[in-house]
Structures are given as C-alpha cells and as structure tokens.
C-alpha cells in the first residue's frame, strides 16, 4: 500500500473535482450546465464560420506550421506530443522551432526563451521544451507575432510546432495534431457542461493527425497509439546539468520512504507509472503549474519524486537536506505516424510557400 502524504495534499479544490468527474458522464451537474455550453457552442461556431467566410483570415508565417492540442480541457499530452514531433521532425532532416502561448508566465508580450529565463516569467512548458529539445522557443498569446518573431531569429527553422493553439485561428496551419488521453471526449459536451473546446469531430478533419496518449483509442477516430514509459530518474542536480535518467536510479527507490508530488492536470497518471515500476510511494497531488513559491513538502522529507513539469521551478539552493529526484517520461511516435505527417510538409528546408529557407 502506498504511504500516507508527509505533509497535507495541495491537489485541485473538491469543486474542481467534482466538475472534472460531472464532464465523464450526463448526470445532474452536467445536465444543469448544459443551457451554458450551447451559448458557447454557439460563439464557437460563430468565430469559427467568420474564418470560414473569410471575414476573419488566418495568416500564413513563412514556414509550415504544426499546431499540437486537444478538444478537451486539462492535460492530454501536449507537450510530449510537442517533444516526439520535434525528435519525429529532427531525424527526417527539418529543423524545427516552438512557439507557446507561455500559461501563467509573468512576461507581456512576446519572449524568446533561454536556459536564463526563469519559468515564472515565460510559464513551466516553454522553458521545459527548450531543455529537453534544444529548439528554440518563443512565447506569446499572440502566435502569429511569436511565430514572425521565431523566424526572425532563427531563419533555419523550416517548420514551426506550436504548444497548443487549437482553438487560435488567426496563425494559419499546415497540420493540426489532435491528442486524446483515457477520457476521450468525455461525455461529449461542451464546456463548461462536458470538458470539450469544441465538437468531437465525425472524422479526422483534413490534414489532421490524432495521437492517443492512452493505452487504448479513447475515440471513434482512427490514430497513432503514443508509447510512454518513465526514462528512469535522474537527481535534481544533474538533471539540470543536462545529464540522463537512468533506469537503475529509479529501480533503486523501490522500498524506500519517498514522496512522489505532480503539479499538472492528472497527476494520478504519474502516480500509477510509479506504482506500476514497483516504487512505494506517498501521492503527493498539486494543481496543474503549481509554482512551488513555497514548497509543498516538510524540511525533514528525505527522498522527494517529481515530473520535469515540477523540476523546471525547483532551485537546488532550496532543497535543503531533502534529496530530490526527477522522473522524465519516455514518449515516442510510431513511423506510421511519421509517415502520415510527411504526407503533409513540403521537403526540409521548404518554406509554406514553396521556397527554400535562409
């Protein structure tokens, strides 16, 4: 049996909760949501048919634009998924780049991100992206002007991923990736009576990919089953020195006293990879991008298990005698997802227009 928490759990309020259980089935609280979602489906619909008239136009940047997101609210895999794709892209020759819209981070405007920048100022996932994948990355609600900027800097790149972004028409696409994890579409509302931006769609709209990050289709559409296992671990200090996890360190936390905290959408997801490795844990649930302004474990915790998410705003100077360990998760794609995605992209070093890049 897992132990109990070391110090009380920070998880989402019991209202959040209840919410994110009431969009799995049509009960009593969806159904007395459900006059509000049609309001929003309807202003979906209408800013949606305005891009369709040609009212409202989509810009096209000077590279192909990949858009990774999911329908539903809450984590899904974006940024795994963001993570595979630019590995996927790298090995069939394109150099890629990020843009994000940077949730929670302090910065206006438009950022470029380096190992410098603190995650507070650019949000936990862009600093993150840049880490793991060494491509450059650029923030901004403004997607369009973080995607111009990227170019600008970096006139290499031959093909933009963006972090999100599904539902922001205004930066034109070439694909459009879809991820689904266990809850599908849950039971099929929009918000905020079920937990979808937008329609489930019949079918795999154009140039559209779906991934599941999941053990099993969570949806009629056909797609691309993601891989995912924990890379091992890797202490704190030498995760940011860039060194790898290695199977035997998490191996080795098996039977010993450790905490195991998540600050991100579904935390239980993580909790159950560690428990299925054989790691006795003591759950320790935050909400999505806790910002770990005070730590959420007493000073005398000996061992502490977090998700890169969690590390990228853990300072070493603060852990005091706490020893602290990074799980990173393994993600991969599979070729038949990269094949179907090269369908889509003009060669490497091809511009969206057909030219060739700087």
């Not at 190992?115 to 993150?128: I, N, S, V």
């Not at 998540?262 to 006795?280: C, D, K, N, S, V």
């Amino acid at each position: 049996m897992d132990q109990q928490p070391l110090q009380a759990s920070r998880a989402p309020s019991g209202a959040a909760r209840r919410l994110q259980q009431a969009w799995l089935a049509r009960g009593g609280l969806a159904r007395l949501l459900w006059p509000v979602s049609m309001l929003f489906a309807a202003l979906s619909a209408m800013r949606r048919g305005l891009y369709r008239l040609g009212l409202m136009r989509a810009q096209i940047v000077s590279a192909p634009v990949i858009v990774v997101g999911n329908l539903i609210a809450g984590g899904a895999g974006k940024t795994p998924t963001v993570m595979a794709l630019v590995e996927t892209l790298r090995a069939r020759g394109y150099t890629p780049g990020i843009v994000s819209r940077g949730y929670g981070a302090a910065a206006a405007g438009v950022l470029a991100v380096t190992r410098t920048t603190l995650a507070a100022d650019c949000g936990d996932e862009p600093l993150l992206l840049l880490l793991r994948t060494g491509a450059p990355v650029v923030i901004g609600r403004d997607r369009v002007a973080a995607a111009t900027q990227l170019l600008r800097q970096h006139p290499r790149v031959d093909v933009i991923v963006s972090d999100d972004g599904l539902q922001h028409l205004r930066l034109a696409r070439s694909v459009q990736v879809l991820v689904f994890d266990e809850r599908g579409a849950g039971n099929g509302w929009l918000l905020p009576a079920g937990p979808l931006r937008e329609p489930l769609p019949p079918a795999v709209p154009p140039r559209s990919l779906v991934v599941y990050n999941a053990r099993a289709p969570s949806t009629p559409l056909p797609g691309t089953l993601a891989t995912r296992s924990l890379a091992g671990a890797v202490e704190l200090a030498d995760w940011w020195q860039g060194r790898p996890a290695r199977a035997a360190a998490l191996d080795a936390l098996r039977g010993r006293r450790v905490l195991a905290a998540a600050g991100m959408a579904r935390p239980e997801r993580f909790f159950t990879m560690l428990r299925e490795h054989g790691l006795t844990i003591a759950p320790l649930p935050l909400p999505d991008h806790f910002d770990y302004a005070t730590l959420p474990w007493a000073p005398d915790t000996p061992e502490v298990l977090v998700t890169e998410k969690d590390a990228i705003k853990l300072e070493l100077a603060r852990m005091g005698l706490t020893r602290v360990w990074v799980a990173p998760l393994d993600f991969s794609l599979d070729a038949a997802f990269g094949a179907a995605l090269f369908e889509l992209l003009p060669p490497p070093g091809t511009s969206s227009d057909g030219n060739a890049t700087a």
